[in-house]
């Protein structure tokens, strides 16, 4: 009798444990695809995937159009997301662990690295509002480089939502749940 209560309690354990393991790497490995095709893909407030950029790595091929950077911190590799001249000659769009910029008048140093003092609007994913950081320089239309940033944003999130392969077992509601969380730990 003893001995029966050990044996299934062992095999539940077990199973737990590997379906534990399962749903864990499941989730490592797919999260990109879960983050950008969850019920808010639409909306224009809930950017799962920068909150997932800030803490994995992005594989290149996920956003073929854009420059992909990948910093190697102390427990992660956090990626950064770039492109340069998208609507002008002297724009560009940045979007790394920090949330999206897009910089209306972008200025490089001699090594070719983005000038952060060049001023760029940057969106907060926890507020969904945009912000204006650096020295204000002389913009024709402070409406339309706003647009040109959320469209930007929206435009990363679709690529990566084409080119993310999707998981052989598909728990996007766990991660769902995950980003809910998250997102409510954080306000």
């Known amino acids: 009798?003893?001995?029966?209560?050990?044996?299934?309690?062992?095999?539940?354990?077990?199973i737990g444990l590997i379906l534990t393991i399962y749903i864990f790497f499941n989730i490592l490995g797919n999260g990109y695809y879960y983050a950008t095709h969850g019920k808010y893909q639409n909306d224009n407030k809930?950017?799962?995937?920068?909150?997932?950029?800030?803490?994995?790595?992005?594989?290149?091929?996920?956003?073929?159009?854009?420059?992909?950077?990948?910093?190697?911190r102390l427990f992660a590799n956090v990626s950064s997301v770039s492109a340069k001249n998208i609507y002008r000659k002297e724009d560009a769009f940045e979007l790394?662990?920090?949330?999206?910029s897009y910089y209306p008048e972008a200025k490089y140093d001699r090594y070719g690295n983005l000038d952060i003092d060049s001023g760029s609007y940057d969106i907060s994913i926890s507020t969904g509002k945009i912000s204006w950081e650096g020295k204000l320089n002389e913009i024709a239309d402070k409406q339309e480089a706003r647009r040109r940033?959320?469209?930007?944003?929206?435009?990363v999130r679709s690529e990566i939502r084409e080119n993310s392969k999707p998981p052989k077992i598909n728990?996007?509601?766990?991660?769902?749940?995950?980003?809910q969380w998250i997102s409510r730990n954080e306000n």
């Open 1 to 14: 009798m003893m001995f029966d209560i050990i044996k299934w309690g062992s095999i539940v354990l077990g």
């Open 46 to 72: 809930n950017y799962p995937f920068v909150y997932w950029l800030a803490n994995h790595e992005l594989p290149k091929e996920y956003v073929p159009s854009y420059e992909v950077t990948i910093d190697s």
């Open 96 to 100: 790394s662990w920090g949330g999206p």
């Open 149 to 155: 940033a959320y469209t930007l944003l929206n435009d």
């Open 171 to 179: 728990l996007q509601w766990i991660f769902n749940w995950y980003f």
